[in-house]
Nanobody, 130 residues
Framework: QVQLVESGGGVVQAGDSLRLACAASGSTFSGYAMTWFRQAPGKDREFVAG????????RHAESVQGRFTISRDNTKNTLYLQMNSLKPEDTAVYYCAADSPPGGSLTYTGSSAVDECDYWGQGTQVTVSS
C-alpha cells in the first residue's frame, strides 16, 4: 500500500511557474515508477509525465514537453513536477500515481493508462488565468 498526497497547486497567471510535490508513505517509494496525470473540467484524465524508479528515465506528454519537468527524490519519498510557462489550458486537477513496474524494471516510466496505475493521490488544483 502506498499513500500519496499532492501539494503545491494554486492560482497563477499565464507565464508563471509552479512546482507540485507528491509525498509518499506506507511502502517502498523507490519500488514504483511514478506518474503525473491531470483532469480538466469535463475532460478525461490525461497523462502528463512519468519517471522510472531511480529517476534516470523520464517521459513527458507532447503538450507539456519543454515546459514541465518530472523528477523524484527517493531519499525524501517525494515526486515533483516543475511547471514553467504555464498556459490557461494547463488548468486542471493534477494527480500523482504509483505504478508497479513489470518485473521490477528500472527503465519503466509508468503507464499512460489511468486504469493501469496502482495508487492515486487526492489531487491538487492548478488554475492558470490569462
Amino acid at each position: 500500500q502506498v499513500q500519496l498526497v499532492e501539494s503545491g497547486g494554486g492560482v497563477v497567471q499565464a507565464g508563471d511557474s509552479l512546482r507540485l510535490a507528491c509525498a509518499a508513505s506506507g511502502s517502498t517509494f523507490s519500488g514504483y515508477a511514478m506518474t503525473w496525470f491531470r483532469q480538466a473540467p469535463g475532460k478525461d484524465r490525461e497523462f502528463v509525465a512519468g519517471i522510472s524508479r531511480t529517476g534516470i528515465f523520464v517521459r513527458h506528454a507532447e503538450s507539456v514537453q519543454g515546459r514541465f519537468t518530472i523528477s523524484r527524490d527517493n531519499t525524501k519519498n517525494t515526486l515533483y513536477l516543475q511547471m514553467n510557462s504555464l498556459k490557461p489550458e494547463d488548468t486542471a486537477v493534477y494527480y500523482c500515481a504509483a505504478d508497479s513496474p513489470p518485473g521490477g524494471s528500472l527503465t519503466y516510466t509508468g503507464s499512460s493508462a489511468v486504469d493501469e496505475c496502482d495508487y492515486w493521490g487526492q489531487g491538487t488544483q492548478v488554475t492558470v488565468s490569462s
